[in-house]
């Protein structure tokens, strides 16, 4: 670690049971050269990736809609989402992932992908990286039903909606996955579809 500001860094495991909560205790120091302790709770859940998938041609993306607990205890009324295809990588590279991903989850099987950015969703409290690739697809690609994997309990539905009907659901609060958001104004801005 290489910021001369941070120092005497303590790491406590407070919960490992799903994913890791840490509380770390550590010496900051201030612009005046003082020192202060400061204690941070870190959740680490491993790294992931996400991919918007979009059929220039049919002026298409393809989404999923699943059950998100943590939203529904914090006000989203059904606790459905509709997001890109996205997953922890789990040992493998960014694109291998999204690929697998995208076949477990939508049921296309891609090759080509383009990573075009990758973003810290939560830093104040999450260390998940999140590496953000779009992909072309065509009806050829479809290899199965899609849903997720079986021993995930995801239960996903694919969507597939027009460009344009995709953008409107951020405005009217269809939307509301902060990777989809971004990836959907990167096809916008980048005229992908």
């Known amino acids: 670690m290489k910021n001369k500001n941070i120092r005497n860094i303590e790491k406590e495991i407070l919960s490992d049971n799903w994913y890791t909560l ?3 205790t550590f010496e900051y120091q201030k612009p005046d050269g003082t020192w202060e302790t400061q204690n941070r709770e870190a959740y680490d859940r491993g790294n992931g990736a996400a991919i918007l998938l979009y059929n220039a041609d049919k002026g298409t993306v393809v989404l999923t809609k699943q059950f998100r607990m943590p939203t529904y205890v914090n006000g989203n009324e059904d606790g459905m989402m509709i997001e890109v295809c996205a997953g922890l990588l789990d040992g493998d590279n960014p694109a291998d992932c999204v690929r697998k991903e995208t076949e477990e989850e939508t049921g296309y099987k891609i090759n080509n ?6 973003t810290y969703m939560s830093p104040g409290s999450v260390t998940e990286i999140l590496y953000l690739f779009v992909g072309e697809y065509d009806d050829s690609m479809k290899v199965s039903e899609g849903g997720g994997a079986a021993d995930e309990t995801e239960n996903i539905e694919v969507l597939e909606l027009a460009f344009e009907k995709a953008m409107d659901m951020i405005s009217t609060g269809g939307i509301i ?6 990836l959907l104004q990167y096809a916008k801005l980048n005229r992908l579809v």
């Open 22 to 24: 840490n509380k770390y």
């Open 177 to 182: 996955d902060a990777k989809t958001i971004i």
């Open 113 to 118: 992908v383009k990573k075009v950015m990758q």
